[in-house]
């Protein structure tokens, strides 16, 4: 099957609190979302990529495709005001829906090689596969500042990204979000609440961390200096 990556670019990063979106500050001479572009385009499993990015950025992204030759991005769509709007605006281009989906977050430059193949090899057996990592702090639930709940630590993990999916999954999730919108932060969760079958989770990697806070990127000089040694 023909296996597309969704790169979700097109967040505005209000966290972050810089003038710049995270995904294109610079780490070791090249944006987030370069290094990001870069493990996908390499990736001898991926055959195309769709790269969803602000509207209000394109003077960026249109200078990163000068300076690259990316011959695996085949669109470069404008996403939408929430991550889940943004995968809609790249399932719906999909025409193959005999194929397989990664969804993931630009700014996790860190995704390995390994992440990606074991994500699709579980795609063989189940149609939607999410990646995750075990939990180390206790999770708490809060409520107007109290405590409402402290799950199980061990049933616990922390999502991260490329999440696969047989393309169909994925377009009827987004089918149904049409009709039925709920809020979500990431696609499974679409999958889930809309009994669209079973989740299979593949472990991730503590390094696949998603850049959020402007702290952030002193981890990420430190884990670009660890990789490339
Ligand atoms: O906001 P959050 O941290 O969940 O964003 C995760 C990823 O989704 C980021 O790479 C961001 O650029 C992307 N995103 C998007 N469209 C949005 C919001 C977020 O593509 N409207």
Same mark, same amino acid.
């Given at each position: 099957?023909?296996?597309?990556a ?8 209000e ?6 979106p ?64 943004s ?47 075990p ?46 919108? =709920?809020?979500?932060?990431? $696609?499974?969760? %679409? @999958?889930? *609440?809309?009994?669209?079958? !079973? ?11 998603? =850049?959020?806070?402007?702290? $952030?990127?002193? %981890? @990420?000089? *430190?884990?670009?200096?660890? !990789?490339?040694?």
């Open positions: 099957k023909r296996v597309y969704f790169i979700l670019a097109a967040g505005s990063s966290r972050f609190g810089m003038d710049i995270k995904q294109y500050v610079r780490i070791s001479g090249k944006t987030v979302l370069e290094h990001t572009l870069e493990v996908f385009e390499n990736n001898e499993f991926i055959d195309e990529i769709y790269l969803i990015v602000n509207p209000q950025h394109r003077d960026l992204v249109e200078e990163i495709m000068v300076r690259n030759f990316f011959k695996k991005v085949s669109k470069i769509l404008n996403g939408g005001k929430t991550r889940q709007e995968t809609k605006v790249a399932i719906s281009a999909l025409e193959d829906l005999d194929s397989y989906v990664l969804v993931h977050d630009a700014v996790r430059p860190f995704v390995s090689h390994r992440i990606i193949n074991a994500v699709l090899d579980k795609l063989k057996e189940f149609e939607s596969v999410d990646v995750a990592i939990a180390t702090d206790t999770i708490i639930k809060v409520s107007q500042n109290l405590i409402s709940e402290v799950p199980n630590r061990h049933e616990l993990m922390l999502g991260q990204t490329p999440q696969g999916f047989r393309a169909g999954v994925l377009k009827k999730a987004y089918e149904i979000f049409d009709r039925n919108p =709920i809020a979500a932060t990431d $696609d499974c969760t %679409l @999958v889930l *609440k809309y009994n669209l079958g !079973r989740v299979y989770v593949v472990e991730g990697e503590r390094f696949n961390i998603k =850049i959020t806070y402007p702290e $952030d990127l002193y %981890l @990420v000089d *430190k884990i670009f200096q660890v !990789r490339t040694a």
